[in-house]
């Protein structure tokens, strides 16, 4: 094992705190990084004067654990160690910093029994710099006689960077590709006249963003779908099918500092599947609640209400 002060670069780092949520993650990072050929660092932090204070022996012991278990199954992948005696999510934060993708399981050692998705993690995905892939403890069993399908949702051209990141995703895992579209009408969507351009509108934002990924491979399997409903409720029902869900993370501005949307809080907490985040530019508190920057609107949250989201 090795302290290190300086992160490596364009590399795939996890979390682990030796939980057995810690290392479900652990095994879909060393997946991750075997797939980008590039280095995999293991990360074990801690803040003093919390509630899990480990001797520098503890945490050498959970770190050459996890070395070991990463080697074991990948022996040609580069395994760095890292032992920070800070706080776990801004550890984490700062490596993502030069990272090609962060990885953290939904819930360790610290977090309370019944909780979907603990704190760390929480704080985690509102802060990441790097794309973040959130490791479901016991994904949805996929069909063995189907390819893996990567589920992209998107809500506009501010979307791309999930978009690629997606369609990147789904070539490294020779999987299909499935673009979801999902909205809902307007306050000033009230004619028919109004309600049939909304809905060429909305047909022609999925057509485009299909027909730039499919020029990059015209072979990749890419089915893309405009879905009048509730962001939210329609990527957790692709969840139940897909190896992974990928979504921007449109984090809000606020007094209260960067905040998660609802539908990304929704996915993080209810997605039968991995949910990775690719961070896009934050949004002021006005735009997340205009109905022209978000089309989902202040409303989303009353939709997903309506579909029985807790």
Known sequence: MSLRSEPPHGHVVVGTDGSRAATHALDQAAGEAHRRQVP????????????????DDDAQSILAKAAQHVTDRSPGLQVITTAVPDDAAEVLVQRSRTAALTVVGTRGNGGFKGLLL?????????????????VRDEPAPQPISSPPTVVVGIRGEEDDPAAAFAFAEAVRRSADLSIVHAWTYNRSDRTHDGRASRVRHEDATVARIGTALHKKDP??????????????????DASTTSAVVVIAAHHRKSGLGLQLGPVTHALLHHASCHVALVPVRGLTDAEATSPQKHPEGPAQGHAEEADGLP
């Open 40 to 55: 995999l660092e293991i990360v074990h932090a801690w803040p003093w004067g919390g509630a899990y204070e480990p001797l």
């Open 118 to 134: 603990g704190s760390v993690s929480l704080r985690v995905a509102a802060h990441c710099r790097s794309p973040l892939l959130v």
């Open 219 to 236: 072979f990749i399997q890419l089915d893309k779908r405009s879905v009048r409903g509730a962001p939210a409720r329609t990527l957790i």
